[in-house]
T-cell receptor
Framework: GENVEQHPSTLSVQEGDSAVIKCTYS??????FPWYKQELGKGPQLIIDIRSNVGEKKDQRIAVTLNKTAKHFSLHITETQPEDSAVYFCAASLAFTGGGNKLTFGTGTQLKVEL | EAQVTQNPRYLITVTGKKLTVTCSQNMNHEYMSWYRQDPGLGLRQIYY???????DKGDVPEGYKVSRKEKRNFPLILESPSPNQTSLYFC??????????????FGSGTRLTVV
C-alpha cells in the first residue's frame, strides 16, 4: 500500500519568513495530493491540493509543487503569519477509481510562527 | 452549513464497556470514513464506506465495527474498548465531482480515553 513520509516534524519560523514542508510517497499510481491544516481542537481542513497532471499550484501565500519522477511534493507558505501556526498534514490518494480509495496521511508537521 | 458532526467530543470510559461514536453528514456524500490520530503516526484509516450497506476495512480495523444503514450516518462501534484504543478519532465524508473535483470534509474529532 501507499506510504507517505513527511518532514520536518516541527518547524519554527519568524513571522514574514517562508516555510517549506516536504513529503514523499511510495505508490507511483497515486494521483491526488492534498494538504490539510489542523488547528488545535479542530478537524483537518483542506488548504490546497494538486493532481498528478500538474507540477505546481498556487493560492495566494500557499503553493504546492509535485515531482512525479522523484515521488515527492512540497508545501510552501510565504510571508508567514501567526495564524499559520498549526499542524499540517500531507496526504496521497489514488482518486477516480471504483475501489476503496483513501487518503494516506503523512505524520504531520507542527508549524510555529514566532513574532 | 455543510458539515460532518461527531458526538461526543470527549469520552472517558472503562475497558470492556461497549461504546458508539456517532457521525452524521448533511452533504449527501456517498463515501464516509473513520480515522484515528495518534502522536507521531498521523491519521490512519479504520473503516470506510462507499455507500449504504457497503463498508470495508482500512489500515487499522482491529477492535472496531461500523455500520452504514443510511447515507448520512456512519457510527463507529467499539465492542470491548481497550487502553490502546485511546486516541483522537475523526469521521470524514467525501465527494467526487463530475468535473474531477474532490474534497474531504472532516468532523471536529472525538477524544476517547479508555482506562
Amino acid at each position: 500500500g501507499e506510504n507517505v513520509e513527511q518532514h520536518p516534524s516541527t518547524l519554527s519560523v519568524q513571522e514574514g519568513d517562508s516555510a517549506v514542508i516536504k513529503c514523499t510517497y511510495s505508490d507511483s499510481a497515486s494521483n491526488y495530493f492534498p494538504w490539510y491544516k489542523q488547528e488545535l481542537g479542530k478537524g483537518p481542513q483542506l488548504i490546497i491540493d494538486i493532481r498528478s497532471n500538474v507540477g505546481e499550484k498556487k493560492d495566494q501565500r500557499i503553493a504546492v509543487t509535485l515531482n512525479k519522477t522523484a515521488k515527492h511534493f512540497s508545501l510552501h507558505i510565504t510571508e508567514t503569519q501567526p495564524e499559520d501556526s498549526a499542524v499540517y498534514f500531507c496526504a496521497a490518494s489514488l482518486a477516480f477509481t471504483g475501489g476503496g480509495n483513501k487518503l494516506t496521511f503523512g505524520t504531520g508537521t507542527q508549524l510555529k510562527v514566532e513574532l | 452549513e455543510a458539515q460532518v458532526t461527531q458526538n461526543p467530543r470527549y469520552l472517558i470510559t472503562v475497558t470492556g464497556k461497549k461504546l458508539t461514536v456517532t457521525c452524521s453528514q448533511n452533504m449527501n456524500h456517498e463515501y464516509m470514513s473513520w480515522y484515528r490520530q495518534d502522536p507521531g503516526l498521523g491519521l490512519r484509516q479504520i473503516y470506510y464506506s462507499m455507500n449504504v450497506e457497503v463498508t470495508d476495512k482500512g489500515d487499522v480495523p482491529e477492535g472496531y465495527k461500523v455500520s452504514r444503514k443510511e447515507k448520512r450516518n456512519f457510527p463507529l462501534i467499539l465492542e470491548s474498548p481497550s487502553p490502546n484504543q485511546t486516541s483522537l478519532y475523526f469521521c470524514a465524508s467525501r465527494f467526487l465531482g463530475r468535473t474531477g473535483s474532490i474534497g474531504y470534509t472532516f468532523g471536529s474529532g472525538t477524544r476517547l480515553t479508555v482506562v
